[in-house]
């Protein structure tokens, strides 16, 4: 079920064409993430997207979950934003109020009873693992306690798509790790999420869909899995020992079907044509040759290794 | 020295490209000097209207009031009394009334008493006005006096001529009475010399005797002879009757005779008649000499005589020099008798000039105390206005208040809002101070505060205008505080408006700080009531609901641009 539509949607500033001609489908439950280089406009469509800057051209369009009716964002944008919740980058909170004061402070924005801001915000205070710290002033918050208050700040009203702009910026492997999960079971809770981000780790990790933005338009809109395919096929990470082994192991492993083979040290990381193949191949070499290594692991190509094909210039 | 001017040039580039740092330091000072240059490039002419009431505009009135409008001031006519301009004075339409006598004119001991009227709660102006009014009636004193003075060394010179010219008289009947005074010593002197002793002779009685026997013999002889005459008589041919007639008379003188010779019969001094002929001799004697003293008295008499004539003269003379000199002594006495000022503090300043304070009884405090208050009102509500403002752009919450389902009008209006609680305040605090202080003030409260509500909006307004046009807190601040300089400055709290030009004074009257700071005082001071003060009310809420349009226009002008930055810095910032 879609909620929100990009039409050939362009964007300028300044004379400058920064999108042009984005079409784009959010479907209800996704989590989608936007990537790009830098200065690819990745964080314009996100603004778009969520209603913050308006088109040059082109329509964004919102669908109502009451009617299924499309309604132009823009247009609409004071009716729809109490559906939308938007944390951005930097911190988006008031530092001098306290945790509970922040989200009761939008939760009475939003027009919400007090009791259900409280009953809200009490969950989220639970559920971020803030509620100890809940009468702390936000400024005294570590980068990871505040990456969580500015999310359940995008929540406390309870919208349906969540719009998180680089959430893993400055937040150690830790930090990360528990926003991620926080942004799992917010969208386990029926909450769309969308997300622009470089840390594509998370982003893999998070998101149904991703959206490489690259020169001026949406270049792919697929799941990981469908991202990869043009680009690197899966990998085999060979662990050997260094010396004579590893070298009779190279001259044994380019009899195969494969198209390249990255020596590691420690490491030999070899692109099969065929995967099954190769495998089976090796294997036979192995035993007739009375070779050996360490473990071998069959391995999908990351989103941080097809980037660069993706995202970039690379072919 | 290199990396120095490196640094400098960095930083000189950095703040140029900064445009509202540029716009601040660049053109803030610039505008600032020239609308103050433009102020108060004047030396000439005052802006200040003072109220003049006579009971007659006499000549000398209508000159010296002409002197006042020919000189800095504008004049304004009250014919019917004194209360009239008083009460313009306190509305703010005449900066000083003066109460003129009918006349300027000193003519008795009692000086002239010039009464000016002043708004003390005008403190820079009140001395401005004293002592350039008081200038003028000083110069106006002066020349009384100097007039005064003048008459009077002209009545001392007229005096002086008669009495040079009464020298000569009085010198010419001292001469003729010196001359009289000669004359009757010259004459005391000749008629000491008159001998008027008497003479001494001693005269020997008997002579008469003798005189009076020989008279006797005489007298018988005499008799014989009458006999004879008888005897003659009778034979003589005449008539009987003239013979009678002489035989009569011959017996009468024989009678006589006889008579004669008894009395000299019967004398028996011894002088006899040579002795009569003696004394006779010697009263002829002294006769003579007593004829001849009387001779040299006579002269001498007569000598006095031409003498008392000429003393006289001369005395007559003299008496008709003192007529004259009289005469004049009374005509000058008559000047100087008309000299009717001859106390020497009304000749040195014929005119007195007394001051009177519209708001008596009131202290400096009451004076000055509008202007503070407004002064405090106005910077608190400007920078507040503008922090407030900058707080909310500058906030890190900004980006979501844009998803929040709340129109920016109503940001707009808690911004206010929330600078109108600090005012109040603010204002609690100060108006609970002031009046222990001025407790009679706490009549005014109420419609001073409503005054303040509509300055504090105006004024929150402007700062939050400035708030929304500039970019930082730094030079909004700055715009804020350069904003309120320039309307203290041209405010006439400081310098006086009327030290203005006149058509930049009529530009500033509608200075939203001179509104503001005429109302409180007119409430506080003179106890104006709402009629009095509605229109300069409804100016105040005029700006205030323009600049709140104001607001509203450039947010949504601007707002695009700030979120482009809010974004830039969101994204941007490490």
Known sequence: MEVIQLKEVSKEYNKATILEHVNLLVEQGDIIGIIGQSGSGKTTLLNLIAGFVAPSSGEVVYFSKIDRQPKNLNQNFSKIKKHLGFTPQRSSFYPKLSIKENLIHFGQLYGLERSMILENAKNLLQFTGLYEHRDKLAEQLSGGMQRRLDISCSLVHKPKILFLDEPMADLDPIMQEGIIQLIQEVNKQGVTVIIASHHLESVERLCSQIVVVRNRTIKNYAEVDELRKPFLKDNLVINIKAGKEKDLLITALRQLPISKIVDQGHQLVVYPEDTEGTVLGLLKIVKKEDLSFQNMDLRKPSLNEIFPFVAGNKL | ?574
Not at chain 2, 125 to 132: A, N
Not at chain 2, 298 to 321: C, I, N, P, R, W
Not at chain 2, 337 to 346: F, G, I, L, N, S
Not at chain 2, 401 to 409: A, H, R, T
Request: aromatic share 8%; charged share 15%.
């Open chain 2, 1 to 574: 020295m290199n990396t120095l001017w490196l640094l400098t040039k960095k930083n000189l580039q950095l703040l140029l490209r900064a445009k509202s740092s540029a716009l601040i330091v660049v053109f803030a000072p610039l505008l600032t000097i020239l609308i103050l240059g433009l102020s108060f490039n004047n030396s000439a002419k005052y802006g200040i209207n003072i109220g003049v009431y006579a009971p007659v505009f006499s000549p000398d009135v209508e000159a010296f009031v002409s002197t006042l409008q020919e000189g800095e001031f504008k004049i304004v006519k009250y014919e019917a009394n004194i209360e009239e301009c008083i009460e313009d004075l306190k509305q703010g339409f005449v900066h000083s009334c003066i109460s003129l006598p009918e006349s300027l004119s000193v003519e008795s001991n009692r000086p002239k008493e010039i009464t000016f009227y002043v708004d003390p709660s005008r403190v820079n102006l009140v001395w401005m006005v004293e002592e350039t009014v008081k200038n003028k009636f000083n110069l106006k004193s002066q020349q009384l006096s100097e007039e005064l003075a003048q008459d009077m060394l002209s009545r001392l010179q007229q005096t002086k001529t008669g009495l040079a010219e009464e020298k000569a008289t009085v010198a010419s009947a001292k001469d003729k009475s010196s001359t009289a005074a000669g004359s009757t010593n010259a004459i005391k002197s000749g008629l000491s010399s008159v001998d008027v002793a008497p003479p001494t002779t001693t005269y020997d009685l008997t002579a008469l005797t003798t005189f009076k026997e020989n008279l006797a013999g005489r007298l018988t002889e005499g008799k014989s002879k009458i006999s004879a005459a008888r005897g003659a008589l009778s034979d003589s041919n005449v008539s009987s009757t003239a013979k009678t007639k002489i035989s009569s008379f011959l017996t009468q003188a024989e009678a006589e005779l006889i008579a004669a010779e008894e009395s000299f019969a019967n004398n028996t001094g011894e002088g006899s008649f040579a002795a009569v002929s003696t004394l006779v001799e010697s009263l002829n004697t002294d006769l003579t000499s007593a004829k001849a003293k009387l001779a040299a008295a006579g002269e001498k008499v007569a000598s006095a005589g031409t003498g008392l004539d000429g003393v006289q003269t001369s005395l007559q003379e003299t008496l008709k020099l003192l007529e004259s000199a009289q005469n004049n002594a009374n005509s000058m006495l008559s000047t100087l008798e008309a000299q009717k000022v001859t106390d020497a503090t009304v000749l040195s300043s014929p005119l007195i000039t007394k001051v009177e304070r519209v708001a008596a009884g009131k202290t400096y405090l009451n004076y000055l105390f509008s202007g503070l208050l407004v002064l405090v009102i106005m910077f608190s509500s400007l920078l507040l206005g503008t922090t407030l403002v900058m707080m909310e752009k500058n906030s890190p919450a900004f980006l979501r208040n844009f998803f929040v389902p709340i129109q920016k009008v109503t940001f707009i209006l808690s911004t206010y809002l929330t600078t109108l609680v600090l005012i109040v305040v603010q204002l609690a605090i100060i108006l609970g101070i002031a009046l222990i202080f001025l407790p009679q003030s706490y009549v005014a409260l109420p419609l001073s505060g409503l005054i303040l509500f509509f300055a504090a909006s105006v004024f929150t307004f402007i700062g939050m205008l400035i708030g929304y046009v500039f970019v930082s807190e730094e030079t909004g601040v700055l715009a804020s505080i350069s904003a309120g300089s320039m309307m203290l400055f041209v405010s006439g709290l400081i310098l006086p408006l009327e030290s203005m030009s006149a058509s930049l004074r009529n530009v500033i009257a509608f200075n939203p700080f001179v509104i503001a700071e005429r109302l409180i005082r007119e409430v506080v001071i003179f106890d104006a009531s709402i009629k009095v003060l509605w229109q300069d009310l409804l100016i105040l809420f005029g700006y205030a609901a323009v600049l709140f349009l104001l607001i509203l226009i450039v947010e949504s002008v601007l707002h695009d641009r700030l979120k482009d930055r809010i974004l830039h810095r969101h994204q941007k910032q490490p």
